[in-house]
């Protein structure tokens, strides 16, 4: 996977087309999802779809995001794509639990090398109170994230802000479990792209990196937002040449105090800034 991915693409498992579309549409990350997405009659076609499609190594990560744990359509998803080449993670929709991660984890440990690598997306209240415990639930749990839709109903939150108490408490535990920070929920509506700026922004100030798409035309505006601008750039590396130059902390003639803590989040934004 490409270092610290930014945009995270969704589409539908029945619509193979639009799979194809999507691997080349510059997403860091292609989400092929058979939950929401699909229809109940059309969830079989969607698994076999994806199925066939991942049978090969894929031209950048594509992760799935399978049926609610407690749907019996996830046992299918797991048994059919879990040790298939094409797959570089599982989304985990809907997760309340840490044993509910463990239990993926061992159902999926006869694939090649163990278990793929495990997302949980925490969508209700629940999920949300037991985070830090889900997100140190087992070794094979590579991220966490919200689902706001689903979350927004749960607790019956009419501003988007009455979501950001568990946005943070989200961030806090990934890091806390030492995983990356969480990218952001999706931004339903596809032709807000000034709305879609400015709740970026938002989440970028909060914590998150990167974020959950549902159509090309947002990939843009995410990654315009979440990568560095020119002048974050510039007072990275001057931190860096003057971190170089004397160790231990120090002030810059701008003001800025230069220690340890400083240096590690220049060193990132530098990341951020050569990705590609």
């Given amino acids: 996977m490409r270092p610290y991915p930014l945009t995270w693409l969704y589409v539908p498992g029945d619509r193979p087309e639009t ?15 058979l939950e929401d997405a699909v229809a109940p009659d059309r969830k079989r076609y969607a698994r076999e ?16 995001r399978v049926n609610a744990l407690d749907n019996p359509q996830a046992a299918a998803d797991l048994a059919a794509i879990a040790a298939l080449p094409g797959i570089s993670g599982l989304r985990l929709p809907k997760v309340t639990a840490p044993d509910q991660i463990t239990h993926v984890a061992q159902t ?3 694939a090649e090398g163990g278990a793929p690598p495990l997302y949980a997306l925490l969508e209700s209240a629940l999920g949300i109170e037991r985070a830090y415990a889900i997100a140190t639930a087992h070794p094979a749990l590579r991220g966490i994230a919200l689902g706001e839709a689903d979350l927004r109903a749960d607790l019956g939150v009419r501003h988007d802000r009455g979501l950001d108490w568990s946005r943070s408490r989200v961030i806090v535990a990934a890091r806390a479990a030492s995983l990356p920070p969480p990218p952001q929920s999706v931004h339903p509506d596809i032709q ?21 798409a549902v159509h090309p035309r947002q990939l843009p505006v995410i990654e315009r937002v979440y990568l560095p601008t020119a002048e974050e750039i510039e007072q990275a590396e001057t931190v860096l040449k003057a971190a170089e130059a004397h160790r231990g902390a120090q002030a810059l003639p701008n003001g800025t105090f230069i220690d340890a803590a400083v240096v590690t989040q220049a060193h990132r934004t530098l990341s951020l800034a050569h990705r590609r």
């Fill in 192 to 212: 807000d792209l000034e709305g879609l700026e400015a709740s970026c922004a938002h989440g970028r100030a909060l914590g998150f990196l990167g974020r959950a």
């Fill in 108 to 110: 999926t440990a006869w």
């Fill in 49 to 64: 779809a994806t199925a066939e499609r991942l049978t090969d190594p894929q031209p950048i990560p594509v992760h799935v």
């Fill in 19 to 33: 799979v194809t579309k999507a691997l080349a549409s510059g997403a860091d990350v292609v989400v092929v999802d």
